[in-house]
């Protein structure tokens, strides 16, 4: 394995001072982002227990982004982050963020994907039946989402948007659907 490939050992001593044993100084949290910023994996550990002390300072360091005015995080994804540590047996929202951020790293490969399906689209097109195929597709999308729509509980966004007239009440009604829907399916998986 290049060691490049391995993480980062930064280790914490005592004095609360950070170590990064490749370049033997003491570094900042601000140079620990630098290096996840350039792609860098970083493992921080506390030289005299072992313990992996990670996730304390990367929330560390987003806390601080987030106090210096740089918001990513939404009030309202922070609220519900919040909530989600109330039932943490049943939560699906680090599943659901892991899978979110996967999906973010992943869009320039997935827009080249589908560009690349494009002429293959074109040939299926020619193909007899392509064009029936295509409404009786679009038919049963819109049967599904109007049998979705009068389901107990669950709204779309424009039957919450018509019912609130305010978009962030309706973004937090979605995911609250979102939520309920990935609760009902992570039950039914069981």
Partial sequence: MAESDKPLLIKRYASR???????SDYVTLEDIA????????VQIVDLKTGDDLTRQ?????????ESRGENVLPLD???DLVRSYTAQAQSVVPQFLAMSFEMLKEGPKLAEQMSAMNPMMA???KMPGFAEMQ???AAFMESMMAGWKTMPGLQTGEA????SGDDAEDLTAIRRQLAALEAKLSKMGR
Wanted: no cysteine; proline share 0%; aromatic share 8%.
């Fill in 160 to 163: 919450a948007a018509e019912e």
């Fill in 123 to 125: 040939q299926m097109s």
């Fill in 77 to 79: 994804v922070l609220t």
């Fill in 135 to 137: 409404r009786q597709q």
């Fill in 17 to 23: 001072r950070l170590y990064n044993t490749e370049s």
């Fill in 34 to 41: 630098g290096f996840i910023r350039a792609g860098r994996e």
């Fill in 57 to 65: 300072y990367l929330l560390q360091i987003v806390a601080e982004h």
